[in-house]
């Protein structure tokens, strides 16, 4: 972990009516982030399917159970922690939704995107004491626009012998 890392905790009740103040928060942070808009896009998704998930399938929706999220920044990366308390999965078992026979389903195509946009993500069952899911979005590197080269005189100013 970064000691220097800005980090952001929330605990929710399982309820779907928290998840537009989910998706605000993941916007607000990943622009706090220095993420562009097409990153900042991907991040709000992916913590809109992973909180879904975690409210509507770890803890199927029961008010006493908590949803924790975690939003760890650092000088290179965006880390995103969401955690249930339900009976945990093995995503191995997750039916793929690019599969023929799954390309119709109106669900099911949650954790593929989180794997899309972001650049890793791992799973974590703690033996039917939740999931955790674990996605982290690194920043590119800010490029320095073209100067010519630092060594060259300016164009028209060369002296002559």
């Not at 607000?28 to 562009?36: L, T």
């Not at 803890?59 to 995103?80: A, G, M, T, Y």
């Amino acid at each position: 972990m970064d000691p220097a890392a800005s980090v952001i905790e929330l605990t929710l009740e399982s309820s779907l009516k928290h998840m537009e103040m989910v998706e605000e928060i993941a916007r607000r942070v990943s622009k706090a982030a220095g993420f562009g808009s097409e990153d900042e896009f991907q991040i709000e998704l992916a913590v809109h399917e992973t909180v879904i998930n975690a409210i509507a399938h770890g803890n199927q929706e029961d008010p006493s159970k908590k949803v924790w999220l975690q939003f760890r920044i650092s000088d290179d990366r965006l880390e995103i922690h969401v955690r249930d308390q339900g009976s945990g999965f093995d995503l191995s078992k997750v039916p793929d939704p690019l599969a023929e026979a799954n390309l119709l389903n109106i669900s099911g195509r949650g954790m593929f995107l989180v794997q899309q946009f972001m650049d890793e993500t791992q799973v974590v069952t703690s033996g039917g004491r939740g999931t955790e899911v674990i996605m982290i979005k690194r920043r590119k590197p800010q490029t320095q626009p073209h100067q010519g080269g630092k060594d060259r005189e300016p164009e028209g100013h060369r002296k002559t012998s």
